[in-house]
């Protein structure tokens, strides 16, 4: 027996019903990008606090923490910590405070390979984050599957950056980007979300720790930079 229009146009109206040719929203909570071009494409309308964010970059310092500082400064202190794992630079706390986010939130963990991935998932199950961010370049997909069953249970921003090398590997996350430097900022493509795929990637004007310049002649990255985030 067919159902009414009625009764079909309630069952289009639920929330966990995805049509295939739309974007899915599945984090219960999400954090407005602060890019209005990019929060359009997000499934869920900004970063998902709920769920893995894979993030796969093609150099140190080319804009990928400033991509996300948007949402880390509408983070709420009841929210709980925010935890950097592993990162690939010593931590400027300096420079962190001058951006807008607090030191007496902000915890850094020193660890490497398996024992970084076992971190992560601790911090998640402690049900204390409002956000995570890992550097996990040598992650198998068994740690990511279970990084992605700990956060899917969290309100807690969870972003793993991993080099673009690893793009034609499966990933467990719903959400993965790739980030290329620009003239202009930061190149972003959605490799994976939960929706059709994206026509072309989207350039962002972002404020990047080093000039375009100086990265593409070979630069290093972590070079001592007044507004960097994450470099001393």
């Not at 990933?171 to 994206?198: F, N, T, Y």
């Amino acid at each position: 027996m067919s159902a009414s229009p009625a009764a079909l146009d309630a069952l289009l109206q639920r929330a966990d019903l995805w049509r295939g040719g739309g974007c899915a929203p599945h984090a219960e909570a999400a954090l407005a990008s602060g890019f209005a071009a990019l929060d359009a494409v997000l499934p869920d309308g900004g970063w998902p606090c709920g769920g893995l964010t894979e993030v796969l970059a093609g150099g140190l310092g080319i804009g990928e923490l400033s991509l996300f500082l948007p949402a880390l400064r509408q983070l709420e202190a009841e929210a709980g910590w925010i935890v950097i794992v592993a990162p690939p630079a010593q931590v400027h706390a300096p420079a962190w405070q001058g951006l807008g986010l607090p030191l007496s939130r902000l915890l850094v963990v020193e660890a490497e390979g398996a024992d970084a991935a076992w971190a992560c998932e601790q911090l998640l199950g402690s049900g204390a984050l409002a956000a995570l961010l890992a550097w996990l370049p040598s992650a198998d997909a068994r740690a990511l599957r279970r990084l992605q069953l700990a956060s899917s249970s969290t309100r807690c921003l969870s972003l793993v950056f991993r080099p673009e090398r690893v793009a034609p590997q499966p990933s467990p996350a719903p959400l993965r980007l790739a980030l290329r430097g620009s003239d202009s900022g930061v190149q972003v493509e959605l490799l994976k979300r939960r929706g059709p795929p994206l026509a072309k990637p989207l350039c962002l004007a972002i404020e990047r720790p080093l000039p375009w310049s100086r990265l593409t002649r070979g630069a290093p990255a972590a070079t001592p930079v007044r507004r960097e985030p994450h470099v001393a």
